[in-house]
């Protein structure tokens, strides 16, 4: 008899007790009950923040070191909370992201656009690349789900081009081709 997905996910750490907004996912909801220091609204933010840095991550199906190492920093930084009790809420992200993604990104991406600010969100399509160019090179997959995220979190393709612009080195569509000149 298989284990029911809920069982194995509170024996790996979670509370399997709701946490928020009975809008939330259960994605959201998981981590969210990770975060339990913060204020609720603030842990579903988080939460939703952290699904879609994985979602990235895992948009190549696989999350290297330096990916989750990057993800687990980004999230301190924004969170204000220690890195051992962001990494709980990383890796619950990651593994959500593997089991369900396909189901819950998009959910997941329009929740944390209804809980952030345009700011909020710019930040977050920073932190999606530096997650992506974690390991030296984002992928096309990689480059094709921060272009979805963004969109889905209501940016203009021209918007995303600019955000894309610091991180052009990275690319793994760049790499390789020589350097245009001044005169190109």
């Not at 579903?44 to 979602?55: E, K, N, Q, T």
């Not at 619950?92 to 952030?116: D, H, P, W």
Request: a negative charge; hydrophobic letters at 45%; one cysteine or more.
């Amino acid at each position: 008899m298989p284990v029911p997905l809920a069982f194995l996910l509170r024996w790996l750490g979670g509370r399997g007790e709701p946490a928020g907004s009975s809008s939330d996912t259960e994605t959201v909801r998981r981590i969210a009950a990770r975060l339990e220091r913060l204020p609720p609204d603030r842990a579903r933010f988080l939460a939703a923040f952290a699904y879609v840095l994985a979602r990235v991550a895992h948009a190549d199906l696989r999350i290297s070191e330096t990916e989750s190492a990057t993800m687990e920093r980004v999230v301190a930084e924004v969170s204000g909370l220690p890195l051992e009790e962001t990494a709980l809420a990383v890796e619950i992200a990651k593994n959500q992201a593997r089991l369900l993604g396909g189901t819950e990104n998009y959910v997941v991406t329009r929740q944390f656009r209804e809980l952030s600010q345009r700011e909020e969100r710019v930040k977050l399509i920073e932190c999606l690349y530096a997650v992506a160019a974690a390991d030296g090179t984002i992928s096309m997959a990689e480059s094709a789900e921060i272009a979805r995220i963004a969109e889905e979190l209501g940016f203009l393709p021209a918007e995303a081009i600019a955000l894309r612009a610091p991180w052009r080195e990275h690319l793994a569509e760049v790499q390789g081709l020589p350097a245009r000149s001044a005169e190109d």
